[in-house]
């Protein structure tokens, strides 16, 4: 992956025109992938397989709540089509849900969830204080320099 790690990456801010906001979900690959992540501030990837029956599960949840947040990019990566991708993230298991704003990675785990968790989840990812998580990683970060 050219260049993308799981620590702040602080570029631009670029915000999608409207007529290119998504309005469905899309599929990620390694080529696509750090394009979607840096062009957007608010981007939810799903970890999925053709063969999981969670993942076939989960799928309309995804899409039931991905119609509700038309600002936020909702992503797919097939982990059979991506291995390298998948490999990246250390995904194990699947599917596995990963939320990123401003590029960072704010959460990351396995299993489906019920819609109301994952809504839930979608509130309190929306209502996180960027400049408290970036400081607090930089925090972190000077305790292990």
Same mark, same amino acid.
């Given at each position: 992956?050219k260049?993308?790690?799981?620590?702040?990456?602080?570029?631009?801010?670029?915000q999608?025109?409207r007529?290119?906001?998504?309005?469905?979900?899309?599929?990620?690959?390694?080529?696509? *992938?750090?394009?979607?992540i840096?062009g957007s501030?608010?981007?939810?990837?799903? *970890?999925?397989?053709?063969?999981?029956?969670?993942?076939?599960?989960?799928?309309?949840?995804?899409?039931?709540?991905?119609n509700?947040?038309?600002?936020v990019? *909702?992503?797919?990566?097939?982990?059979?089509?991506?291995?390298?991708?998948?490999?990246?993230?250390h &995904?194990?298991? $699947?599917?596995?849900?990963? &939320?990123?704003?401003?590029? $960072? &990675? &704010?959460?990351?785990?396995?299993?489906?969830?019920?819609?109301?968790a994952?809504?839930?989840?979608?509130?309190?990812?929306?209502?996180?204080?960027?400049?408290e998580?970036?400081?607090? $990683?930089?925090?972190?970060?000077?305790?292990?320099?």
């Amino acid at each position: 992956m050219k260049g993308l790690d799981n620590s702040v990456r602080l570029r631009g801010q670029y915000q999608l025109p409207r007529e290119a906001q998504p309005v469905a979900v899309v599929e990620l690959s390694k080529e696509t *992938f750090e394009d979607t992540i840096v062009g957007s501030p608010f981007v939810v990837v799903d *970890f999925w397989a053709p063969w999981c029956g969670p993942c076939r599960s989960f799928a309309p949840v995804y899409d039931r709540v991905s119609n509700d947040h038309p600002d936020v990019v *909702f992503a797919k990566v097939n982990t059979e089509d991506e291995q390298e991708l998948a490999a990246h993230f250390h &995904i194990r298991s $699947i599917p596995t849900l990963m &939320i990123f704003r401003d590029q $960072i &990675i &704010i959460y990351q785990q396995a299993g489906a969830l019920p819609e109301g968790a994952f809504r839930d989840l979608m509130a309190k990812a929306g209502e996180l204080d960027m400049d408290e998580v970036r400081r607090q $990683i930089e925090t972190e970060h000077q305790g292990t320099a």
